[in-house]
């Protein structure tokens, strides 16, 4: 865990946010590698859950939401942690998460806990120039919200019927009390949310289909099998909407850690909001003549964690040739840059055969330029951000008109034509 963070600083993955002023707890920013990679999640995410299907739709709904949105799906009264204060040091903890209710793991103190009490997790600022109650607003602590109270809209104007689904990738704000393990648990973070509806009758049916499903995806992106899991939850964990949770957990350094929650949420969300708004949220099956209110599958992921998770999983090390190599074994699809153009020399006439290929690859994929420091440790930089090709041009360039492609995995490599180059690497990246 500790090489993986050092990694993400040094090579400019993640910063902590604020860092000149001491850094803000809880708070990170994407560097230039880190941005890639979060958007490569997402893009992967919304290319799965959206462009190759046809029955289901995108959104992106407001962050700021009045507080009948929350009143209605029981956020306000529901979405709470229960905290205790240590009378004798004065740390601050969430009573579910203690492994012994009496004992403080801060200062070992037994016996000094105050009552517990409910803490909202929601942020609430104010809307306009006067505050006051009519201005109360809050930020989403989930995206969900957004595509329940937009399901008439999307329903009306997209011509959908059940099952479909509408999707969404966006910030979400919790007050988390006890945020930590690096991006795993933060207050601000990013979401990819799918409301699916369908059938009352067939909800049992598309909750095993989801659940399927995404661990499909995270095991087709590079994430051994062996490192995840689905946990169905217990009676006494599923949330207050929820017919049957699954989550989707992956062995991080310090356990099990969910990645994705896939709910049944019953027709639970729909009903609370058209019985708090008065509108018409059911769906009427000219078919079967037939007026219902759907059922919803929600398969709810972490961005940022699920980012965390990939790094963890492609991060290795090796010796060649008696040094050590780090390498980040990322999918092609995730890896910041797809491919690196090295010029071996910084002479005027290979620099200018270098920006040829690098106009080549560029409107095809992010590619990066590097022409600072040995060819080899060029190759070993490139390896450690994940880049699967580099393609370093020499001075038989300038005779043959090709370049050398290197392989990060097997360090294997091939001399392929300029004129050829961008068909050899949509082959080899799949992309």
């Known amino acids: 865990m500790d090489k993986v963070v050092n990694l993400c600083k040094r090579r400019g993955f993640v910063y902590q946010s604020a860092e000149i002023y001491g850094g803000f707890r809880s708070a990170y920013d994407y560097g230039p590698l880190g941005v890639l990679l979060l958007r490569n999640v997402k893009d992967a995410w919304w290319r799965t859950m959206v462009q190759l299907r046809t029955d289901v739709v995108g959104l992106d709904a ?40 009496e004992v403080c793991p801060n200062c070992g103190a037994r016996g000094q806990f105050t009552e517990a009490r409910e803490f909202n997790l929601m942020f609430r600022t104010q809307a306009g120039p006067v505050a006051g109650a009519g201005a109360d607003v809050y930020l989403r602590p989930e995206t969900a919200q957004g595509m329940f109270i937009n399901f008439a809209n999307v329903l009306n104007t997209m011509r959908n019927k059940p ?105 639970y969300d729909l009903a609370q909001h058209a019985r708090h708004s008065g509108a018409d949220l059911e769906f009427y099956d000219q078919q079967a003549d037939q007026r219902y209110r759907p059922h919803v599958i929600e398969p709810a992921a972490g961005a940022t964690r699920t980012m965390m998770a990939f790094l963890l999983a492609a991060y290795d090390t090796e010796e060649v040739r008696g040094e050590a190599r780090t390498v980040l074994r990322l999918h092609p699809r995730l890896a910041p840059y797809k491919a690196a153009v090295l010029p071996l020399s910084k002479k005027p006439d290979l620099q200018a055969v270098s920006e040829e290929v690098l106009g080549l690859l560029q409107p095809r994929w992010m590619t990066d330029y590097d022409v600072t420091q040995s060819i080899g440790r060029r190759y070993r930089r490139q390896d450690e951000i994940g880049t699967p090709y ?27 034509p300029i004129d050829g180059l961008v068909e050899h690497l949509g082959a080899e990246l799949g992309l």
Request: proline residues 7%; glycine residues 8%; contains cysteine.
């Open 163 to 267: 099952p479909f689904g509408i999707a969404q990738i966006g910030k979400s704000f919790r007050n988390e009390i006890t945020p930590g393990n690096f991006i795993f648990r933060t207050r601000e973070f990013e979401q990819m949310e799918m409301e699916f509806f369908v059938p009352p009758d067939e909800a049992a049916k598309w909750f095993e289909y989801w659940c399927g499903a995404r661990v499909d995806w995270y095991t087709g992106l590079g994430i051994p099998p062996d490192k995840l899991r689905l946990r169905p939850h217990g009676a006494d964990e599923l949330s207050h909407y929820s017919a049957g949770t699954a989550d989707v957990e992956y062995l991080f350094p310090w356990g099990w850690g969910e990645l994705e929650g896939i709910a049944n949420r019953t027709d």
């Open 62 to 101: 407001s962050i700021l939401s009045p507080p009948e949105v929350w009143e209605a799906s029981g956020h306000l009264s529901n979405f709470t942690d229960p905290l205790v204060d240590c009378r004798n040091c004065g740390a601050r903890h969430r009573e579910d998460q203690l492994e012994d209710p």
């Open 390 to 416: 580099c393609v370093t041009v020499d001075f038989d360039t300038l005779e043959d008109r090709a370049v050398t492609v290197r392989d990060r995995d097997t360090m294997g490599q091939d001399r392929v």
